[in-house]
T-cell receptor, first 119, second 115 residues
Framework: EAGVTQFPSHSVIEKGQTVTLRCDPI?????LYWYRRVMGKEIKFLLH????????ESGMPNNRFLAERTGGTYSTLKVQPAELEDSGVYFC?????????????????FGPGTRLTVT | KNQVEQSPQSLIILEGKNCTLQCNYTVSPFSNLRWYKQDTGRGPVSLTI?????NTKSNGRYTATLDADTKQSSLHITASQLSDSASYIC??????????????FGTGTLLAVQP
């Protein structure tokens, strides 16, 4: 079974440009999450999709970030216009069950991340 | 404020030795606690998941403990191998049963196992 994949693995853009990150979750996983790790800091939650609907987008830093999940399959995260502080590693994760209180329920499987550098 | 703190920040040990990583959290409501291993350039991979009623969970040479009263957890690695070199991240799931659970991450402990 294929894991979570992300594209591209690396992206270097100039301040003010636009970048779109893509995430393909594990097939059949309704839940898709985006996270970000800024250098020296912990991984932080950005948002959570259940199928094509945004369940929780409380972690999105500002309106320069737009996430979509058309058709409830893959997701894109667009940053427009990019700023220097947007540099970091963006992780995507998917899960079958959003309820994390059980031992296996809510197990999230992470992709390898996209390293974004804004210069 | 919900937080997860880990210690030490980094650790160097010799191959074959044991080590213990620590995690303290102030997350409420608490759903479960997870330890992840993150190799360089890869995404985090789950090692263990424990609910509040579980106080120990093993996965091969990895053993996690949880004290829900003191809000502390530890990850013990036995007979370390070179492949154990990675960042180990403590993650607490915030939320009630039936609600969306949000993961709160620690900054990780960077472990280097030397031959």
């Amino acid at each position: 079974e294929a894991g979570v994949t992300q594209f591209p693995s690396h992206s270097v853009i100039e301040k003010g440009q636009t970048v779109t990150l893509r995430c393909d979750p594990i097939s059949g996983h309704d839940n898709l999450y985006w996270y970000r790790r800024v250098m020296g800091k912990e991984i932080k939650f950005l948002l959570h999709f259940v199928k094509e609907s945004k369940q929780d987008e409380s972690g999105m830093p500002n309106n320069r970030f737009l996430a979509e999940r058309t058709g409830g399959t893959y997701s894109t995260l667009k940053v427009q216009p990019a700023e220097l502080e947007d540099s970091g590693v963006y992780f995507c994760a998917s899960s079958q069950d959003q309820f994390g209180h059980s031992a296996r329920g809510g197990e999230q499987y992470f992709g390898p991340g996209t390293r974004l550098t804004v210069t | 404020k919900n937080q997860v703190e880990q210690s030490p920040q980094s650790l160097i040990i010799l191959e074959g030795k044991n080590c213990t990583l620590q995690c303290n959290y102030t997350v409420s409501p608490f759903s479960n606690l997870r330890w992840y291993k993150q190799d360089t350039g890869r995404g985090p991979v789950s090692l263990t998941i424990m609910t509040f009623s579980e106080n120990t969970k093993s996965n091969g040479r990895y053993t996690a403990t949880l004290d829900a009263d003191t809000k502390q957890s530890s990850l013990h690695i036995t007979a370390s191998q070179l492949s154990d070199s990675a960042s180990y991240i403590c993650v607490v799931s915030e939320g009630y049963g039936g609600a969306t659970n949000k993961l709160i991450f620690g900054t990780g402990t960077l472990l280097a196992v030397q031959p």
